[in-house]
Structure formats: structure tokens, C-alpha cells
């Protein structure tokens, strides 16, 4: 059986990863948040299997609910900056697309077209 002060401190290195995401988010630096984000996805499958083995006292459950409260509360964050950027990228590329047609639409535009006599 797997004693209670290990799962608590997955719970910690959790908060501890879910911390550096918020920071990558807010930093902009978003192929790292990237990166942290697999790494805090492979924590979270490692306790899984810990926890699957562990019952926690009143005291501990009491302690990963606070850390799981704190975990979310930051994950909310992180996601409203991922969304954002998002939505940042998709007015790039709809801006980069937009200027693509005008360019294409300009240079097919400038070609003049064969003129056919008596045909209609």
C-alpha cells in the first residue's frame, strides 16, 4: 500500500507544474508551456496508478482538496490564456488568408483574357 505522504506529494508536484504552466501562459512562451504541459500530463498518470493504492486520512483528503482547489483555479487561468491565444492565431491566419485572396485576386485580375471574335 502506498503511504499517504507520496500521493500528497504528487498532489505537490502537481500544483508545482500546474504553477509553471500558469507562468509559460502568461509569459507567452508557448513551445515550453507545450512541453510542461506533456510532463504534467505523465504526473498525472503516475499518481493515478499511487493514489489506486493509497487511502488517505481525513487530515491528507483534507490536504489534496485544498491542492486540487489551487490546481484548478490555475488550470481556469491557463486555459482562458491558451483560448486567447487562440483566438489570436485564428485572426492571423484569417487576416493572412484574406490578404492572399486580395493578392491573387489583384494578379489574376491584371492578366488580360483571350478576346474571341463572334464567339459569345
Known amino acids: 500500500m502506498m503511504a ?3 500521493v500528497l506529494a504528487g498532489y505537490e508536484q502537481l500544483l508545482q507544474r500546474s504553477s509553471a504552466m500558469l507562468e509559460l ?11 510542461e504541459e506533456s510532463a504534467y500530463v505523465t504526473a ?3 499518481l493515478k496508478r499511487l493514489e489506486a493504492d493509497c487511502r488517505l486520512g ?10 486540487l482547489e489551487r490546481i484548478l ?12 491565444r487562440r483566438d489570436e492565431l485564428s485572426a492571423l491566419i484569417g487576416n493572412t488568408r484574406r490578404s492572399q485572396d486580395a493578392n491573387r485576386a489583384y494578379r489574376d485580375g491584371g492578366q488580360a483574357l483571350p478576346f474571341r471574335q463572334g464567339h459569345e
Open 4 to 6: 499517504a505522504s507520496e
Open 25 to 35: 501562459a502568461r509569459g507567452g512562451d508557448w513551445p515550453e508551456l507545450v512541453a
Open 44 to 46: 498525472v498518470e503516475t
Open 58 to 67: 481525513e487530515t491528507e483528503a483534507q490536504r489534496k482538496a485544498e491542492l
Open 73 to 84: 483555479e490555475q488550470d481556469v487561468e491557463t486555459r482562458r490564456r491558451l483560448e486567447s
